[in-house]
């Protein structure tokens, strides 16, 4: 079946814009979550959507990031006012069940100019 | 806090031998383990998951995990170049939120 899908694949902004990001994920998975990637780094864990349930958003960096969810549909991370900083590449990922085992989408690679 | 620790490599290991990443986590209450492998510019993919104690073979791949010393190890058997990438180690406990090491990147040589 299909996989876990982002878009845009890659995004260039000028700093101070606002960018929306969206990742619909595997068909039937009730968790998702967001992560952001900087070259070289590791993931960062952003925010973990539970079905109807209010998200985590321990993860957030700041107030200029914030995320939505539509029931166990698709999900849209809006950053406000992009600084330089913002550049990385954006991953969402979806999970079905109890085991923690998520599914990675292409990500959304962001340039702040 | 929660952490996943791995050494960043580069790991190189010639074709066909054995490649051996290694993890260790904080904490003891962690109840799954997982292997994740990523390609240059591309996203994790997850290749082995286990949740007990002892060794879990999936083709090429072993995983094995100890509790009681809080590491978790994934063997490569039969390297393959295709196989060079950085592998994540990821550790989760109660919480459904999972905690990624750093990767560790591995480097298969002809």
């Known amino acids: 079946g299909a996989g876990v899908s982002q878009s845009p694949s890659n995004k260039v902004t000028e700093k101070g814009k606002d960018v929306e990001l969206r990742c619909d994920p595997i068909?039937?998975?009730?968790?998702l979550y967001w992560y952001r990637q900087r070259l070289g780094q590791g993931l960062e864990f952003l925010i973990y959507f539970q079905g109807n349930s209010a998200p985590d958003k321990s993860g957030l960096p700041s107030d200029r990031f914030s995320a939505e969810r539509t029931g166990e549909s698709v999900s849209t991370l809006t950053i406000q006012r992009t600084q330089q900083e913002d550049s990385a590449v954006y991953l969402c990922a979806s999970r079905e069940g109890p085991n923690n085992e998520q599914f990675f989408g292409p990500g959304t690679r962001l340039t702040v100019l | 806090q929660k952490e996943v620790e791995q050494n960043s490599g580069p790991l190189s290991v010639p074709e066909g031998a054995i490649a051996s990443l290694n993890c260790t986590y904080s904490?003891?209450?962690?109840?799954?383990f997982f292997w994740y492998r990523q390609y240059s510019g591309k996203s994790p993919e997850l290749i082995m998951s286990?949740?007990?104690?002892g060794d879990k073979e999936d083709g090429r791949f072993t995983a094995q995990l100890n509790k009681a010393s809080q590491y978790v190890s994934l063997l490569i058997r039969d390297s393959q170049p295709s196989d060079s990438a950085t592998y994540l180690c990821a550790v989760s406990g109660g919480s459904y939120i999972p905690t990624f090491g750093r990767g560790t990147s591995l480097i298969v040589h002809p």
């Open positions: 068909s039937g998975h009730t968790a």
């Open positions: 904490d003891r209450g962690s109840q799954s």
């Open positions: 286990i949740y007990s104690n």
